[in-house]
């Protein structure tokens, strides 16, 4: 492992009794690459992010994050400060405020009730404010997140991301529902995120535009296997659109 590599993948496959989700798989992941997850349903996209966050196990092989092997860790702390998760369902606690929900961010380094249900500090609040003014829903902060669209709960989620800050975020088709507009916005949200505080991000797109403005790597996938593996300059449209035949 080099100096500034910070995901390792070494033979790692996952099954589900005949299954094969994920057939032998092995990546690098450097510090600070904004890495795109491309193909069609069932290739395996959802199952390496889950892989990578540590929560699913693999059947074979490990991943390791900063020299880390994931399956020594436990949720909490330390594995908080190494990956942050943005899947499909959002993970949402509906009967809490906007402001308690970003800060489940912190629930590794806080502690589950310092997290949801202590008195915000100003600073914190401060910081949720700003990164929920950039997310178009700072109006919401007080709000019970059972009152928002499925959209602004999406926004939430990838707040409470920003808050984490953790070494990598990994993202299912986390602008799936959002106007090209907003989709832009928030993926440079995110890209500055990840540049000041030299994050990386591996994000499942479709969205052809969107990968090649701002990712600087391409993994394919197809059946179940890593089909592509290529840099921004030969990221191209008809190369996207061929993991998809």
Known sequence: MTSNTLIEVTNISKTYG?????GNSNLTVGEGELIALAGP???GKTTLLNLLSGWTKPTTGSVSIRGQDLKYLIPGKNLSELVGLIDQQYSIVPQLSVINNVLAGKLGQWGFFKSLFS???PLYREKVQS???GLGIGDKIDNKASHLSGGEQQRVAIARIIMQ???VILADEPIASLDPARAKDIMDIIKNQLISKKQSLIISLHNTELIKHYCTRLIGLKGGNIV???Q????TENTIKELYI
């Open 41 to 43: 349903s069932g290739s």
């Open 228 to 230: 592509l593996d290529i």
């Open 232 to 235: 921004q300059p030969l990221i």
């Open 18 to 22: 005949q299954t094969i989700a994920l």
């Open 119 to 121: 008195l915000i500090h």
């Open 131 to 133: 990164t929920l003014d």
């Open 165 to 167: 800050s953790p070494s």
